[in-house]
């Protein structure tokens, strides 16, 4: 069982930054694979960022070259450095951690979500 816990959300002015960070409790943080998803009010989740249990990561069009997933293994904690924050990028972000076992078994994990309100 993993928990994750996020924090870092608030509100900030177009153009500002905050870093967002997903602590995750339980053994294993190292082999799970890891991201970062938004939902905007009315809207669907969405995929924002990715980074494997390898460091390979990846992005959603609209946030490359302003977000920056990274992750400590030592630490149990995943970031997500939001840049050059835009009006658009209000929405809860939401950590989620998964892998799959050499015999296909599933696991997926949640945090409980932070508000990122972009406003002048």
């Known amino acids: 069982q993993v928990q994750l816990v996020e924090s870092g959300g608030g509100l900030v002015q177009p153009g500002g930054s905050l870093r967002l960070s997903c602590v995750a409790s339980g053994s294993s943080f190292s082999i799970y694979d890891m991201g970062w998803y938004r939902q905007a009010p009315g809207q669907q989740r969405h995929l924002v960022a990715t980074i494997t249990s390898g460091g390979a990561t990846n992005y959603v069009d609209s946030v490359k070259g302003r977000f920056t997933i990274s992750r400590d293994n030592a630490k149990k904690t995943m970031y997500l450095q939001l840049n050059s924050l835009k009006p658009e990028d209000t929405a809860v972000y939401y950590c989620?951690?998964?892998?799959?076992?050499?015999?296909?078994?599933?696991?997926?994990?949640w945090g409980q979500g932070t508000q990122v309100t972009v406003s002048s």
């Open positions: 989620n951690s998964k892998r799959v076992t050499s015999g296909g078994r599933k696991y997926e994990y």
